[in-house]
């Protein structure tokens, strides 16, 4: 008995939800029913601008180096950094942790190209390196409009194990606003650093976390 009246509650929701679909479309059908042909050309040539820009856009990051995981020496950092709005700079040196990152940050470049991705080797970037006060390896320079707004540094920020996922990475440059989730256009607001902003440290302030 008890299954039967879930069976029908269940069935009564999924008809409520299917009617609300319906009700949606039925308005939506109405509204282009609606325009006459002046409106209608409005919104196809207002879309193809809108394409446009889009192509562009992506055409002048792919020339800036965006949608590919590169390394750059230590005297192209600054111009990399003024070149492109938001960049993620990996401070590593050839040890097991920084090719965990070098893996995922791989992996983001592609899904985001919105944003450069770049990796400086920090034993040859000695100036570098004490300007941004890089101590402990690996450490990510977010970089955005040709200033370091913030630092990831180590593991501490990702469960503090080399297994986190590529997500994780990629949640917590979204919180810095280095990266948008939706890959080129404003980061979802429930994820968004305004709603879950964590400590901005600059690069003129100290470093406290230990060397390893």
């Not at 562009?56 to 003024?82: N, S």
């Not at 949640?171 to 890959?183: H, M, N, P, W, Y």
Request: with cysteine; hydrophobic share 40%; charged share 35%.
């Amino acid at each position: 008995m008890a299954d039967s009246v879930v069976s029908q509650i269940l069935e009564q929701q999924v008809l409520s939800v299917a009617k609300a679909v319906e009700d949606k479309l039925d308005e939506e059908i109405a509204a282009l029913e609606r325009l006459d042909p002046d409106d209608i050309e409005a919104l196809r040539e207002r879309r193809i601008q809108q394409m446009r820009r889009a192509a562009e856009r992506r055409a002048k990051w792919r020339a800036l180096g965006h949608g590919e995981y590169t390394e750059v020496p230590e005297k192209e950092f600054f111009a990399a950094a003024k070149a492109s709005e938001r960049l993620v700079c990996h401070f590593y040196r050839d040890n097991w942790p920084c090719k965990v990152v070098d893996k995922h940050l791989s992996i983001l470049a592609k899904q985001h190209v919105e944003t450069r991705f770049i990796k400086v080797h920090a034993e040859k970037a000695p100036f570098l390196t004490e300007k941004l006060r890089i101590v402990v390896l690996p450490t990510l320079a977010l970089v955005k409009n040709a200033k370091v707004e913030d630092y990831v540094v180590g593991f501490d920020e990702l469960g503090g194990k080399d297994d986190f996922s590529t997500e994780d990475l990629e949640e917590r440059l979204a919180k810095s606003g280095v990266i948008f989730l939706d890959g080129e256009g404003p980061a979802n607001p429930s994820k968004n650093v305004a709603a879950t902003k964590r400590s901005v440290r600059q690069s003129d302030t100290g470093n406290s976390s230990d060397s390893d």
